[in-house]
């Protein structure tokens, strides 16, 4: 596979290109749909958002996973989103909707999913070795449970096929490490995503 690769000089220089491409996205779609990762890797995007979330009004956001936590608590995906972007409730999908497979099912596309990776080789929470992993990469589910012991907390993730739905994959790899995981093909959760998605996915990694 021949990966496109973008490389950073830094992670703000990452977010901004990133940033960037939700801007140009906007230009041809008012209201577009966004897949995007929690951790550590995408919070200075979350703060340009909210910088200028004027732009945003129309826009649908929703996070690729979320751990089984009240959105208050420091350790939820959506709710360190909510805070750091000021987006609006009206401007999002949370995992935790109870019609949240409607939901899904109501959205055709996403414009644009950008997704973090673990230096286990799992992004979302699909991680290896789960109950669920096969499920989540291989079924036509489009959300799934993970609530396997060795995980510090229980999960919802949006399966391999619903993020496929995106138009355009943004996969960040933000250490030299998880750059030697994508060109070292194991059979893990992101190796799988990297081979059904190779014709609209980019990394962009930074050391």
């Not at 779609?29 to 951790?39: A, K, M, N, R, Y």
């Not at 669920?132 to 959300?143: F, K, P």
């Amino acid at each position: 596979m021949n990966l496109i690769n973008k490389k950073f000089e830094t992670l703000d220089d990452l977010n901004k290109k990133i940033f960037e491409e939700l801007l140009a996205v906007l230009k041809t779609d008012c209201s577009p749909c966004f897949i995007l990762s929690g951790g550590n890797s995408p919070r200075p995007l979350f703060r340009r958002i909210s910088q200028h979330k004027e732009y945003f009004k129309k826009t649908i956001f929703l996070m690729s996973d979320e751990r089984i936590v009240e959105t208050e608590d420091s350790e939820s995906n959506e709710g360190e989103f909510l805070r750091l972007s000021n987006i609006t409730k009206d401007n999002f999908i949370s995992l935790h909707s109870k019609e949240i497979i409607q939901k899904l099912n109501d959205i055709s596309s996403y414009d644009l999913a950008v997704l973090g990776m673990g230096d286990d080789g799992h992004f979302a929470s699909i991680f290896p070795d789960c109950l669920n992993t096969s499920e989540a990469i291989n079924s036509q589910n489009n959300i799934i449970s993970f609530e396997d012991e060795h995980l510090n907390f229980s999960r919802i993730s949006l399966s391999l096929n619903e993020i496929l739905k995106a138009k355009k994959i943004i996969l960040i790899a933000s250490s030299k490490n998880k750059q030697t995981i994508l060109s070292d093909n194991k059979g893990l959760p992101v190796h799988h995503l990297l081979n059904k998605s190779s014709n609209k996915i980019f990394t962009f990694s930074c050391d």
